[in-house]
């Protein structure tokens, strides 16, 4: 029967890898973002990588081979070209697919922007006449004509499996840009633009975002990753490349402790001060002071994210002081006068004229959590 493969005639083969260990070869990937955040750079850098066998940011071993753009929103001459040229790139590797011909009802020759699915087959050939390794298609909904509904999952998986075929057939990895949609929750699977069948087709998928506490700072975080354990969050900057008229990316040394969903938590999602609240609770059960080791133990027994916990110190009214050389830090409650003083007291008749404090905590939840841990000043 056509299409039917017994698993006796199926010779194992290992996952090839474009970036090792985080994109792999021959499959599709998607990369999500804000339209702000700099991700066309950041594919740029990339392919740049891709071109001329630069290491990748991690420090694994990149082979050399050619790059095929589809780019639908930036200039080749006055945006895509600086770019490469900053990042390092060996031109001669690069090349763009801009115009295909097509024949109108008449049969006259004309020359029109490629699109998806129609163009796949010439995608194809210049995948294989360029010997390209590293396809970016920036953005792909740009590129799917009238008959594909891209919020429509069946179109979408029809698509998506003829562009895998491709990949999976040439060895050349697809990259697929999108801009994030405007849904919020912090599941970066339902964040992409278009049909969940899109990140559904891809292999690996990763988010770019500016990291929260430091907003020139980009991370970039695995969202999906099915042929390999899940990679750790890297972080970069856009600097200026006054030479060329453009920024480039400056990677940082080594990973960095962040999800993608607390890349996607937006400044009000933890307004109700949960972690705050766990953090005040923990430490005055242990007598006001606590080894940030234990802190973390007790967080990771909870399912509390490190960095969430982190970032709430602050609002906790927690002072972290050194402990010597190797020694590590001890995280400190502030008394409890100290750190509920601006609240208002309904058991102690006390009150400030707020109802709530900074931290999103009712004053009559601050009250009752006060009265039921018995601390007395």
């Not at 029967?1 to 083969?13: A, L, Q």
């Not at 260990?21 to 999500?32: E, H, N, Q, S, T």
């Amino acid at each position: 029967m056509s299409g039917v493969v017994t698993f006796d005639t199926v010779t194992p083969e290992r996952v090839a890898w474009l970036w090792p260990g985080r994109i792999p070869a021959g499959k599709l990937v998607v990369l999500d973002g804000d339209p702000s955040v700099g991700k066309s750079t950041l594919t740029v850098d990339l392919a740049a990588r891709v071109s001329n066998g630069t290491a990748w940011p991690d420090g694994a071993a990149c082979r050399p081979g050619d790059v095929l753009l589809l780019s639908a929103e930036d200039g080749l001459a006055d945006t895509i070209a600086p770019r490469l040229a900053a990042a390092g790139a060996d031109l001669r590797g690069v090349h763009a697919l801009t115009e295909v011909e097509i024949f109108d009802e008449a049969g006259n020759p004309q020359l029109v922007p490629p699109s998806i699915p129609r163009d796949l087959d010439r995608i194809k050939a210049v995948i294989v006449e360029k010997s390209v390794r590293l396809v970016v298609i920036d953005v792909l909904m740009a590129y799917l004509n009238g008959t594909v509904d891209s919020h429509r999952d069946q179109d979408v998986r029809g698509v998506l499996h003829r562009l895998a075929r491709i990949a999976e057939d040439t060895g050349a990895t697809i990259l697929l840009v999108r801009h994030l949609n405007k849904a919020g929750g912090t599941n970066a699977l339902y964040r992409g633009g278009g049909s969940i069948g899109i990140v559904g087709a891809a292999r690996a998928a990763y988010l770019v975002a500016r990291d929260p506490d430091d907003p020139e700072r980009r991370i970039l975080a695995v969202t999906k990753s099915n042929l390999a354990k899940e990679p750790p969050a890297l972080a970069y900057r856009l600097i200026d490349a006054p030479d060329y008229g453009c920024a480039r990316v400056e990677w940082e040394t080594g990973p960095v402790d962040v999800t993608a969903a607390e890349l996607l938590r937006s400044p009000g999602d933890d307004e109700q001060g949960d972690t705050v609240t766990w953090l005040i609770e923990l430490l005055t059960e242990r007598g006001g002071s606590v080894p940030a080791s234990d802190v973390q133990a007790a967080a990771k027994s909870d399912g509390l994210v490190w960095r969430t916990v982190q970032r709430a110190t602050k609002r906790a009214g927690i002072t972290i002081k050194r402990q010597g050389f190797g020694a590590g830090s001890v995280w400190s409650l502030d008394t409890i006068h100290d750190t509920f003083a601006p609240f208002a007291s309904t058991k102690s008749g006390v009150t400030n004229g707020a109802n709530d404090d900074e931290n999103g905590l009712p004053a009559g939840q601050i009250a009752d959590m006060i009265a039921s841990w018995q601390v007395t000043e």
